[in-house]
Nanobody, 115 residues
Framework: QVQLVEFGGGLVQAGGSLRLSCAAS????????MSWYRQAPGKQRELVAT???????NYADSVKGRFTISKDNAKNTVYLQMNTLKPADTGVYYC?????????WGQGTQVTVSS
Protein backbone atom coordinates (compact mmCIF):
# COMPACT_ATOMS: atom_id res chain seq x y z
CA GLN A 1 0.00 0.00 0.00
CA VAL A 2 1.56 3.27 -1.15
CA GLN A 3 0.99 6.26 1.09
CA LEU A 4 2.19 9.84 0.89
CA VAL A 5 1.20 11.88 3.93
CA GLU A 6 1.80 15.62 4.09
CA PHE A 7 2.32 17.58 7.29
CA GLY A 8 3.01 21.17 8.21
CA GLY A 9 0.39 23.29 6.51
CA GLY A 10 -1.37 26.09 8.30
CA LEU A 11 -2.11 29.78 8.51
CA VAL A 12 0.79 32.23 8.45
CA GLN A 13 1.19 35.95 7.92
CA ALA A 14 2.88 37.33 4.84
CA GLY A 15 6.63 37.28 5.28
CA GLY A 16 6.50 34.24 7.52
CA SER A 17 7.77 30.70 7.05
CA LEU A 18 6.41 27.18 7.02
CA ARG A 19 8.02 23.80 6.56
CA LEU A 20 6.05 21.06 4.84
CA SER A 21 6.93 17.39 5.19
CA CYS A 22 5.78 14.41 3.17
CA ALA A 23 6.33 10.95 4.59
CA ALA A 24 6.26 8.14 2.03
CA SER A 25 5.65 4.46 2.60
CA UNK A 26 5.25 1.46 0.31
CA UNK A 27 7.73 2.73 -2.30
CA UNK A 28 11.46 2.52 -2.94
CA UNK A 29 11.77 6.16 -1.96
CA UNK A 30 15.31 6.78 -3.15
CA UNK A 31 14.39 5.78 -6.72
CA UNK A 32 11.64 8.38 -7.08
CA UNK A 33 11.64 11.99 -8.16
CA MET A 34 9.75 13.82 -5.44
CA SER A 35 7.82 16.99 -6.10
CA TRP A 36 5.59 19.52 -4.44
CA TYR A 37 2.62 20.91 -6.36
CA ARG A 38 0.05 23.44 -5.27
CA GLN A 39 -3.45 24.37 -6.29
CA ALA A 40 -5.04 27.71 -5.51
CA PRO A 41 -8.83 28.10 -5.53
CA GLY A 42 -10.10 28.28 -9.10
CA LYS A 43 -6.68 27.59 -10.60
CA GLN A 44 -4.92 24.59 -12.07
CA ARG A 45 -2.47 22.57 -10.07
CA GLU A 46 1.06 23.83 -10.64
CA LEU A 47 4.51 22.41 -10.02
CA VAL A 48 6.37 24.17 -7.22
CA ALA A 49 9.59 22.19 -6.80
CA THR A 50 11.18 18.86 -7.68
CA UNK A 51 14.10 16.89 -6.30
CA UNK A 52 15.34 14.01 -8.42
CA UNK A 53 16.54 10.65 -7.20
CA UNK A 54 20.07 12.00 -7.57
CA UNK A 55 19.33 15.11 -5.54
CA UNK A 56 19.07 17.71 -8.32
CA UNK A 57 16.46 20.39 -7.69
CA ASN A 58 14.22 22.57 -9.82
CA TYR A 59 11.84 25.34 -8.84
CA ALA A 60 9.02 27.35 -10.30
CA ASP A 61 10.17 30.88 -11.07
CA SER A 62 7.63 32.23 -8.58
CA VAL A 63 9.32 30.50 -5.62
CA LYS A 64 13.00 30.59 -6.56
CA GLY A 65 15.09 32.03 -3.76
CA ARG A 66 12.27 31.61 -1.22
CA PHE A 67 11.51 27.87 -1.18
CA THR A 68 13.90 24.96 -0.70
CA ILE A 69 13.11 21.31 -1.40
CA SER A 70 15.14 18.60 0.29
CA LYS A 71 14.80 14.95 1.18
CA ASP A 72 16.00 12.37 3.66
CA ASN A 73 16.19 8.95 2.04
CA ALA A 74 16.73 7.29 5.42
CA LYS A 75 13.41 8.70 6.64
CA ASN A 76 11.55 8.37 3.32
CA THR A 77 10.61 12.01 3.69
CA VAL A 78 10.68 15.06 1.44
CA TYR A 79 10.53 18.60 2.77
CA LEU A 80 9.59 22.01 1.46
CA GLN A 81 10.96 24.95 3.41
CA MET A 82 8.95 28.02 2.51
CA ASN A 83 10.26 31.43 3.49
CA THR A 84 9.09 34.97 2.83
CA LEU A 85 5.62 33.67 2.14
CA LYS A 86 3.19 35.74 0.09
CA PRO A 87 -0.62 35.66 -0.16
CA ALA A 88 -0.12 34.30 -3.70
CA ASP A 89 1.43 31.17 -2.13
CA THR A 90 -1.94 30.24 -0.66
CA GLY A 91 -3.28 26.89 -1.78
CA VAL A 92 -3.40 23.18 -1.18
CA TYR A 93 0.09 21.69 -1.40
CA TYR A 94 0.43 18.15 -2.71
CA CYS A 95 3.34 15.76 -2.52
CA UNK A 96 4.07 13.65 -5.61
CA UNK A 97 6.32 10.64 -6.13
CA UNK A 98 7.21 9.74 -9.71
CA UNK A 99 9.24 6.91 -11.19
CA UNK A 100 7.91 6.04 -14.61
CA UNK A 101 5.28 4.72 -14.92
CA UNK A 102 4.55 4.94 -11.19
CA UNK A 103 2.92 8.20 -10.12
CA UNK A 104 1.58 8.71 -6.61
CA TRP A 105 -0.05 11.65 -4.81
CA GLY A 106 -0.67 12.67 -1.24
CA GLN A 107 -3.97 14.03 0.02
CA GLY A 108 -2.72 17.60 0.29
CA THR A 109 -2.21 20.10 3.06
CA GLN A 110 -3.66 23.62 3.16
CA VAL A 111 -1.34 26.62 3.30
CA THR A 112 -2.96 30.00 3.84
CA VAL A 113 -0.92 33.20 3.81
CA SER A 114 -2.69 36.26 5.15
CA SER A 115 -1.77 39.79 4.09
Amino acid sequence: QVQLVEFGGGLVQAGGSLRLSCAASGISFSMYAMSWYRQAPGKQRELVATITSGGSTNYADSVKGRFTISKDNAKNTVYLQMNTLKPADTGVYYCNAYWFPRDYWGQGTQVTVSS
